[in-house]
């Protein structure tokens, strides 16, 4: 393999000595630096005007990425309305002619060109080496939406957005202590993409933030589109079948991360953001849990952890049984079953596979197709494969049932990448199961479970606190316990600030009357 | 450099594909069997013909009602309803060959996994089950589960016989063991008792009532069949049935009338709601003897009498003629089964509980000693409910107050 040639990398923004060109103080040559660098940028504009009949000027900015209205009315008005009397020299100019909150000064034609490139106008003035940075960009950007992939029926709709300044308001208007910390680098030759680490001082490990820090900065690529570059370059395991962080687009999913010591990637230009460390146990919170009371909530994360059970193991244990195991099948089951397979042409694996394949197929059609087409085909192709393949006997009804509900069953997990590692361990057993009966299946579970022991994020064992067993930390793992017994965090938290509230706070009649 | 790196991802996957490949040679998919090309039995009867070979006849799942043809002459395929089931039998010389011959004429492998019961001829019976028996508890599929009973007459005749409750005879024979016994027994259990010290078992008895015109009856579980030595001896029907049940703690869905008092319709019915038996061995005079305690609980459900059994003194005279009679017939019944010879009540074994050291004495002559064992009876009856009508109707209330 050829050696990477060394190119003049660099992630961190600044540029490389050689590439710097100081800016003289003649506007025309400026002016013509500028556009060197900028080759054939044919969107800039250079709008050349006079500051009071007097003094020449340019007037460098993208149309679509700086506030069109504010340059007009900031900008070029007050400049061009100056009286003559005035003074008109650059710190006179950017201190009492511009009405902008935020101006920067540049000498360094690159650094401008940076600036100009996030959408900041550039203001050269005549005899001048140095150029003023408006920091008036604005670019069209989605609103606060509701994420459509993490719905939920009670508590906040709002989601992150693909802008990262929108992104970290969003944050720091959620937690408002100070103990927030946002950490800025960039990534990308190409991108230079903008990322945020997020962190509550305090609460998260030093050694936690140190070591997403030491990873990101591991990172040397060219492009950095979405979070799940960085998740796939920092993975523990890059070749578990489950993910080892977690993304969503929730604001209160991650507020609720950083409070439990954990760390937020933000990238920008996605609304996904990254929460490491995670375990198995957090894949399985949905944020409802903590919203609805806690008997509802640790129901129906019991029956979310069944489900998932249930979704792995049910068309494995299926084929098991019914090509290894047929004593294991109720009497009365069996003849049912045996009746209905009876013009089958094809092993149950097949059949099974068969399906299988048929469901993953429509999910992914749904998944591509314009979303009006995608509900009908996903319903129209369920109903037609289902009906259809029992009726013309190439499928079993148990099949469709089987493979309907293990389908669904796998929906009901919080985070759908935990669903993916769901999917794909499902085909391995059945293709086990198929192979060498409950045995096989077994052989996979323990492949599962020893997988799982080993499996860590960022440090963290993945079962934890079921293995290495944690007692404090199970009040959040099977169930959701009560507010008023969550006193302590999560133990990948800093150790010496546990105390999350203050102990004895269950709500009694008794204490109605306190005065 | 580049080979070298191809090379060793050669042989990389090769360290993981290789333990797969031994993984799928080892075990693997010949042991596997589509539930179609399997005929799944749910009943097996085996009986012995005239001239002493062994007849096996099961009872097969046929998933579609058009497997009904009798190409081989000897299928009896159920006619109207459901059709669920085929029922075909071969014959051997012994269950084993009689299951290898039935295979030959079977398209499909013969699945023991869901057998549930086990009907044996009463030929069979008498002439011993224990050989047969050896085939059923050595194939590895057959559960012990299964549910054994002997008919009366030709096993065939049970399998040819019309009942149209149940879909299979398998699962007819289920519910009425069920209905008739509190724990009904199972191949396990028989084993264990066949092989056991005392040697003596009971099997529930089929009957199968006469035909009438061209309907055959309904077959029904009529009473005990008596087994010692691994041989049918005898049967217990009747009121000796009910004893048995009594004492082996089998009894269920029990109605019983007993005359109570002098009056001429003075009988009382009542159902039994809860009953419990031991046996306790006591050595008297250096002799054992063996106390049967029996104690349950009635529900009067119908009074004919003229005593309301609200008062406490009638309710006693009705424990009182309950009990005696409780008595009288497992009194007689354990009679039976000593002039059977067969201990199917384990007292043997309840004195090896007591006196091991002792029992080591007694049992090279135990067959000897059991039929001249003394034996008493205790029972105690408790009347619990009377009913919604505390005074027995049409009876004016001031007869009550006369003597």
């Known amino acids: 393999m050829k050696k990477r040639t060394s190119l003049p990398l660099k992630t961190t923004g600044e540029m490389p000595p050689s590439y710097c060109k100081e800016l003289v103080p003649s506007l025309d040559r400026n002016v013509e630096t500028l556009k060197g660098i900028l080759g054939n940028a044919d969107d800039v504009v250079f709008r050349s005007f006079r500051i009071g009949m007097e003094l020449d000027a340019q007037l460098v900015y993208i149309p679509d990425m700086s506030d069109r209205m504010e340059i007009d009315n900031n900008v070029l008005r007050p400049l061009m309305m100056m009286a003559e009397g005035q003074p008109k020299d650059f710190s006179s100019i950017k201190n009492l002619a511009l009405p902008i909150g935020s101006i920067e000064e540049s000498v360094d034609a690159y650094a401008c060109v940076k600036q100009l490139i996030k959408g900041y106008p550039l203001l050269l003035l005549e005899d001048c080496d140095r150029a003023l940075v408006l920091k008036i960009a604005k670019w069209d950007k989605r609103s606060v939406e509701e994420p459509e992939t993490e719905t939920s029926l009670r508590g906040p709709r709002e989601g992150f957005t693909e802008s990262i300044s929108t992104n970290l308001s969003l944050m720091r208007r959620k937690i408002q202590g100070v103990n927030l910390k946002l950490k800025s680098l960039r990534i990308g030759r190409d991108t230079e993409t903008e990322i945020y680490i997020a962190y509550m001082e305090g609460i998260a490990k030093p050694a936690m933030i140190q070591e997403v820090e030491n990873r990101l900065s591991r990172i040397d690529v060219d492009s950095l589109l979405e979070t799940g570059y960085i998740e796939e370059l920092t993975e523990d395991d890059p070749y578990s079948p489950f993910p080892q962080q977690q993304f969503t687009e929730r604001v209160d999913i991650a507020a609720a991360g950083l409070l439990e010591g954990r760390v937020v990637i933000l990238v920008d230009g996605t609304p996904d953001v990254l929460i490491v460390p995670v375990t198995l146990v957090t894949l399985l919170q949905a944020a409802d849990d903590y919203y609805n009371r806690s008997l509802y909530s640790s129901l129906l994360r019991m029956l979310r952890y069944f489900a998932l059970f249930i979704s792995l193991m049910l068309p494995a244990t299926y084929i098991a049984l019914l090509t290894f195991h047929q004593e294991m099948i109720p009497n009365k089951l069996l003849m049912s079953i045996a009746s209905s397979r009876e013009e089958i042409p094809f092993p149950t694996i097949v059949e099974v596979l068969m399906m299988q394949m048929a469901f993953e197929v429509l999910r992914e059609a749904g998944l591509r197709l314009p979303r009006q087409i995608g509900s009908a085909v996903t319903i129209v192709g369920a109903l037609v494969v289902g009906e259809a393949a029992v009726s013309a006997g190439l499928v079993s009804a148990p099949i469709v049932i089987i493979i309907a509900f293990t389908g669904i069953a796998g929906f009901t997990a919080p985070h759908y990448s935990l669903e993916f590692s769901v999917r794909l361990l499902r085909l391995l057993l059945i293709l086990a199961g198929g192979l060498l009966g409950i045995l096989g299946v077994m052989y996979g579970l323990i492949a599962i479970a020893i997988h799982l022991c080993t499996l860590r994020s960022f440090g963290v064992p993945y079962l934890s606190p079921i293995t290495p067993f944690a007692a404090n930390d199970m009040k959040d793992a099977v169930v959701r316990a009560p507010w008023w017994t969550m006193i302590t965090r999560p133990g990948y938290s800093r150790k010496s600030n546990r105390r999350r509230l203050a102990p004895g706070q269950r709500p009694n009649p008794r204490k109605g009357g306190e005065r | 450099m580049r080979k070298n790196k191809s090379k060793s991802v050669l042989i990389q996957l090769g360290k993981w594909l290789l333990p797969l490949a031994v993984l799928l040679a080892l075990t693997g998919c010949w042991d596997s069997d589509e539930v179609n090309s399997l005929a799944i039995v749910t009943s097996a009867g085996i009986d012995r013909t005239k001239d002493g070979a062994i007849e096996l006849i099961l ?345």
Request: charged share 25%.
């Open chain 2, 59 to 403: 009872e097969i799942v046929a998933p579609q009602q058009q497997q009904q043809q009798s190409g081989t002459g000897q299928s009896s395929g159920q006619k109207g309803g459901k059709g669920t089931t085929i029922v075909r039998y071969a014959i051997g010389d012994t269950a084993a060959d009689a299951q290898g011959r039935l295979q030959w004429k079977l398209p499909r492998t013969i699945y023991w996994g869901q057998l549930q019961v086990l009907v044996v001829g009463e030929a069979l019976a008498r002439d011993g089950l224990r050989e047969q028996l050896d085939y059923l508890v050595r194939v590895n599929e057959i559960r012990l589960r299964v549910m054994p009973f002997v008919t009366q007459g030709k096993a065939r005749d049970f399998f040819d016989s019309h009942f149209l409750l149940e879909q299979t005879k398998a699962g007819f024979l289920q519910s009425e063991a069920a209905r008739v016994f509190h724990k009904p027994l199972t191949l396990g259990r028989l084993v264990q008792r066949l092989s056991s010290d005392d040697d003596a078992a009971v099997l529930p008895f089929i009957n199968i009532p006469e035909d009438r015109g061209d309907k055959g009856g309904v077959p029904y579980i009529k009473g005990y069949a008596v087994f010692n030595q691994g041989r049918m001896v005898g049967t217990l029907t009747g009121n000796s049935f009910l004893a048995t049940k009594w004492v082996t703690n089998q009894l269920k869905n029990h109605v019983e009338t007993v005359n109570v008092g002098n009056e001429s319709p003075a009988r009382v019915t009542y159902t039994t709601l809860a009953a419990k038996s031991s046996l306790i061995p006591i050595r008297r005079n250096g002799e054992w003897q063996l106390n049967i305690r029996i104690e349950s609980e009635i529900n009067m459900i119908q009074n004919t009498s003229r005593l309301p059994m609200a008062d406490p003194p009638n309710a006693r005279l009705l424990e009182a003629a309950a009990a005696e009679h409780i008595r009288e017939v497992v009194t007689q019944t354990v009679r039976d089964t000593q002039r059977m010879h067969a201990d199917i009540f384990a007292f043997g074994e309840a004195i090896k509980r007591r006196n091991p050291h002792e029992w080591s004495r007694l049992e090279p002559q135990w067959n000897r000693f059991y039929p001249e064992m003394d034996f008493r009876v205790e029972a105690s009856v408790k009347l619990r409910r009377i009913g919604m009508n505390s005074i027995p109707l049409g009876r004016q209330h001031k007869e009550h107050t006369k003597p």
